[in-house]
C-alpha cells in the first residue's frame, strides 16, 4: 500500500467519526420513513470506492454507500418481520473510474438474496444530480454530500436539491479548511505574477459558485461558514445543526458536518448522536466538543 493512501483511515479518526455519524443517522430515519412510505432514496453524492483500509487490513471499513447498503438490507428484513413492504434504494455518484469499479464488486459480494435496488452514477455531481431528481420523483431522499474540497459543489445544484418537493434530508461535508484557503487566494486576482493571478482567478470562481456571488469576499471563517449555511444551506429548512469535528492535536476545527432537516425528530435524533459519546475511546477524547444548533 502507498504511504499517503487517501482510502487508509487508522490514523484519521475524524473520517470513522463521521461514518458512525452517518451509519447511526441514516439507520434512524430509514427506520421512520419506512413506516410512511413503501420506498426511498439515499443518494451518496461523492460515493467514494465503499471501503477503507485500517492499516493492513485492507478493505475492512465500509464507507458511506457501503454503509447505506447495509443499513438498506437491515432495515428491509426489520420491516419485513413486521409483515411490511420498505425499500431503500441506493444511488451512488463518484467521477473516478477506479472507485466506481471497486465499489461495484463490494456491492456485488452484498447484494445476492438482497433484492437491494444500486445505481452507480460515473460522473460528477453537479452534471448527475439533474438526472438523478428526474429518476426519484418526490420519494423521500436522504442526500450525503461529502466532498474534498469546494470544487465540483454549486448552490445551483445545492438549489436544486434543497428545492425539490418531496421530503429531503441533507448532511453535508463543511470543508472549512479548503474553504479558508481559497478565500485567501482573492486577495491575488490583480497579482502581478500570471500563475498566481490565474490560480486565484480560478479558485475565486469556485467560490463563486459555491455561494452563487462574491458576497463571501471579505468574510473572516467564523462569518464564512455562517454565511454558507443562510446563503446556501438553510433555505426551506427548519432545523440546521452544526458539528465543529475538532483537530486531534491542535486547537481548531478540521471539517464542520451541517445537517438539514424538516422534522424535529430528525433533529433530536441527530442531537442525540451528536454529543461527547462520539468521542469515546478516541483521540478527540480532550478536545473540546462543539455543536452549534439551529442558525435561523
Ligand atoms: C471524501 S471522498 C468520499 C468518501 C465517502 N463519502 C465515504 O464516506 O466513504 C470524495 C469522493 O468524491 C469523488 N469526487 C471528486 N470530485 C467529484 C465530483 N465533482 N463529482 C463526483 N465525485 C467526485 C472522489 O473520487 C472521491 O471518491
Redesign the pocket.
Known amino acids: 500500500m502507498v504511504k499517503d493512501d487517501i482510502w487508509d483511515i487508522k490514523d484519521k479518526q475524524q473520517t470513522q467519526i463521521k ?1 458512525d455519524i452517518f451509519r447511526k443517522y441514516l439507520k434512524a430515519w430509514a427506520i421512520i420513513i419506512g413506516s410512511y412510505f413503501p420506498r426511498a432514496y439515499f443518494i ?1 453524492c ?4 465503499g471501503k477503507y483500509h485500517n492499516g493492513t487490513k485492507q478493505d475492512s471499513i465500509s ?2 454507500p457501503i454503509i447505506g447498503l447495509e443499513t438498506a438490507i437491515e432495515i428491509k428484513k426489520m420491516k419485513q418481520k413486521k409483515g411490511k413492504n420498505f425499500n431503500l434504494d441506493i444511488i451512488a ?4 473510474k477506479e ?1 466506481m469499479a471497486d465499489l461495484e464488486n463490494f456491492i456485488k459480494e452484498l447484494i445476492p438474496g438482497n433484492e437491494i435496488e444500486v445505481k452507480l452514477i460515473e460522473n ?3 452534471k448527475a444530480i439533474p438526472n438523478v431528481l428526474k429518476m426519484i420523483s418526490n420519494a423521500p431522499a436522504f442526500f ?1 454530500i ?3 474540497g469546494i ?2 459543489i454549486s448552490k445551483e445544484t445545492i438549489d436544486m436539491i434543497i428545492n425539490r418537493k418531496g421530503s429531503t434530508e441533507i448532511f453535508l461535508n463543511y470543508m472549512k479548511m479548503g474553504i479558508q484557503r481559497v478565500s485567501r487566494q482573492y486577495k491575488n486576482i490583480g497579482h502581478r505574477d500570471e500563475k498566481i493571478r490565474t490560480m486565484a482567478i480560478k479558485m475565486v470562481s469556485h467560490m463563486n459558485k459555491l455561494f452563487g456571488d462574491t458576497s463571501w469576499a471579505d468574510k473572516n471563517d467564523k462569518e464564512l461558514l455562517e454565511h454558507f449555511i443562510q446563503q446556501v444551506f438553510s433555505k426551506n429548512y427548519k432545523f440546521i445543526l452544526n458539528f465543529n469535528v475538532p483537530y486531534p492535536d491542535r486547537s481548531g476545527t478540521i471539517y464542520n458536518l451541517l445537517f438539514a432537516t424538516n422534522y424535529a425528530s430528525g433533529e433530536r435524533i441527530m442531537k442525540d448522536i451528536f454529543t461527547k459519546k462520539l468521542f469515546k475511546g478516541t483521540l478527540f477524547e480532550d478536545c473540546p466538543f462543539e455543536v452549534g444548533f439551529s442558525v435561523k
Not at 461523492?46 to 470506492?49: E, L, Q, V
Open positions: 461514518l451518496d461523492f460515493a467514494g470506492r464507507g458511506s455518484i463518484d467521477s473516478n472507485n460528477e455531481f453537479e450525503f461529502d466532498p474534498y470544487r465540483g
